[in-house]
């Protein structure tokens, strides 16, 4: 019997002895083992401090399948050391029960918020699962004993306890900032509630901003925990929280998700009447976890309450570059739910919380189905604007098509011939995917409007790129890099970008090039970020930047 029978087999056993109806979930408070560093560094109601069961989730998620989609190239030390010490354990019953779990609609904020359930000690189920787990009971129980396993198998704590000055690094950095700025006090000001704690948990291995969780403990209180991913990283390669606006804007999200979902949850009758302002989006927030409409209407209030934030803050051309981000990761309503939440914060004697804003908010979004509002951007949404991490979506992955450099060098194009068979095993390893490799030749020949190119090269080794760029802002040669009307200098620049397909503007083109063959195939980075360009200069981020698109979707270089 394999030991993921054998852990199938004892949860079914335990799953049997059943949950009682409408029973009471007893949370187990958070107690000084489930922190690393000196001790958790404490600002009024705000905790900062790790946490072994979050840790230990995060790796768990990101040794699975999508967790690989979702990670970024961030040069973050700690990463790569977990992913050196973990990577042969990829096949445990653990990762393959939380692949199973997330299969089935089980989220990543979902997975947080049952670590929180086990004991700090010895990952022990000690109360009955809340009735949201209900439908994943049996996997659940099995997942518990599998991460027990794990975590003696892998010597996981050991590990953790080995970052004890990482952890209590990113904390004190965390309350520093936290100290000059109450964003827990604005949060609850502009929620109208009020927590007895927040806590904050550093994640270095979370790709994703992050997630909030609320908890109410066996004596009343309620506490938030938000879950943060890193920022970026610092020079140093440590996981960077240090980022004033980035910190904030995070935490407000993170404590957000413990609010809106609930809410958004109680008019369910509300969401699914205006379900139809889904279609035009779903495809696109699908590929970003948002699978429901509900969750789809959590993400826009979440980014618009951001952005009002924000500019409550005085940030108004920061609160209007968020808006159209987010309208370019395809959260095409989130500027009329920022226009409708100024109504709320202008009449709070008649709002005085979010919660009582709600049904005016939810009568208001079925008057935009009503008034066809999915008709109006149907065509805009489908378009592809960025950034490059939507290009790597896993969507497109099955279509993505590598044209690869021809260096006429014997030395260079044995070195590009190693680079991409060292291509091909990345996205194998990393997507799950077979590349297609084509020469220019065979990619002139191929559907430009049903295929998505990744292309490397120069205008040198690259045909299809060098006829490619006569027809965009970008020039390369061996001295510089323009885009647009911007000039970068040097020998050793790299540009990755991600630009709509001039054939099918639903579809992402990819470019890598630079100012030497050489450059390119020593570096096999491609970043995820949520910006339209990224050049590199001696192989570290020199720039970035994000493209003007136009209603119609055409795009320029600013």
């Known amino acids: 019997m394999t030991a993921l029978r054998r852990l199938l087999l004892s949860a079914a056993l335990l799953a049997s002895v059943g949950t009682p109806a409408g029973a009471q979930v007893e949370l187990p408070a958070p107690d000084a083992t489930a922190s690393v560093g000196e001790s958790p560094v404490a600002t009024s109601r705000v905790t900062v401090a790790g946490d072994a069961r979050i840790e230990l989730m995060s790796l768990l998620l990101s040794r699975t399948r999508q967790g690989k989609l979702q990670q970024d190239d961030t040069a973050i030390a ?187 949850a109680k008019f369910h009758q509300d969401v699914k009447d205006a379900e139809l302002l889904f279609s035009p989006l779903a495809e696109r927030l699908k590929s970003q976890g948002e699978s429901t409409w509900a969750e789809a209407v959590d993400a826009h209030v979440l980014r618009a309450v951001g952005a009002r934030m924000l500019q409550a803050r005085g940030k108004v051309r920061e609160a209007q570059m968020a808006l159209q981000q987010h309208e370019r990761q395809g ?8 226009d409708l939440l100024a109504v709320y914060e202008g009449d709070r004697k008649t709002y005085p919380t979010l919660e009582s804003f709600y049904p005016r908010m939810m009568a208001t979004m079925g008057f935009w189905k009503d008034a066809g509002e999915h008709k109006r951007i149907e065509t805009s949404a489908k378009r592809f604007m960025g950034p490059i991490a939507a290009a790597l979506e896993e969507r497109y992955l099955q279509r993505t098509v590598l044209v690869r450099p021809e260096p006429k060098d014997p030395e260079l194009k044995k070195q590009a011939d190693a680079f991409v068979r060292n291509l091909v095993t990345r996205y194998r390893e990393r997507y799950g995917v077979t590349l297609t490799v084509m020469t220019s030749l065979q990619a002139s020949a191929a559907d430009p409007a049903q295929t998505v190119f990744v292309i490397y090269g120069t205008p040198e080794s690259n045909e299809y790129l060098k006829a490619l760029l006569k027809y965009l802002p970008i020039k390369v040669s061996k001295g510089d890099v323009h885009l647009g009307a911007r000039q970068y200098r040097g020998s050793d620049l790299r540009l990755v970008t991600a630009i709509p397909n001039p054939y099918n503007p639903t579809l992402p083109l990819r470019i890598v090039t630079g100012t030497s063959d050489d450059v390119l195939l020593s570096d096999l980075t491609m970043p995820h970020t949520q910006t339209d360009f990224v050049i590199y200069k001696a192989g570290k981020r020199f720039q970035q930047g994000d493209f003007l698109f136009d209603e119609k979707g055409s795009w320029r270089v600013p």
């Open 78 to 264: 700690y990463r790569t050391a977990a992913a050196t010490a973990f990577q042969a354990h990829d096949g445990h019953a653990a990762v393959k029960l939380l692949e199973e779990l997330r299969g089935e609609g089980f989220s990543s904020k979902q997975a947080y918020r049952f670590a929180l359930l086990l004991s700090t000690s010895g990952l022990t189920l000690d109360a009955p699962l809340p009735p949201e787990f209900g439908a994943h009971a049996e996997k659940l129980t099995a997942l518990t004993l599998a991460m027990q396993a794990y975590s003696a198998e892998t010597r996981f704590m050991d590990f953790f306890s080995r970052q004890r000055a990482l952890f209590g690094g990113v904390a004190s950095k965390i309350d520093a900032l936290l100290k000059v700025d109450d964003v827990v006090g604005r949060l609850e000001a502009f929620y109208g509630t009020r927590w007895d704690r927040v806590t904050v948990v550093p994640a270095p291995l979370l790709a994703r901003s992050g997630y909030g969780i609320p908890l109410v403990h066996p004596d009343g209180s309620r506490e938030v925990v938000a879950v943060l991913a890193p920022l970026g990283a610092t020079a140093q390669q440590e996981p960077d929280y240090s980022q004033p606006q980035g910190l904030f804007l995070a935490l407000e999200a993170a404590v957000g998700q413990a609010i809106v979902p609930e809410l958004t």
């Open 331 to 338: 959260y095409w309503y989130v500027r009329k739910f920022f």
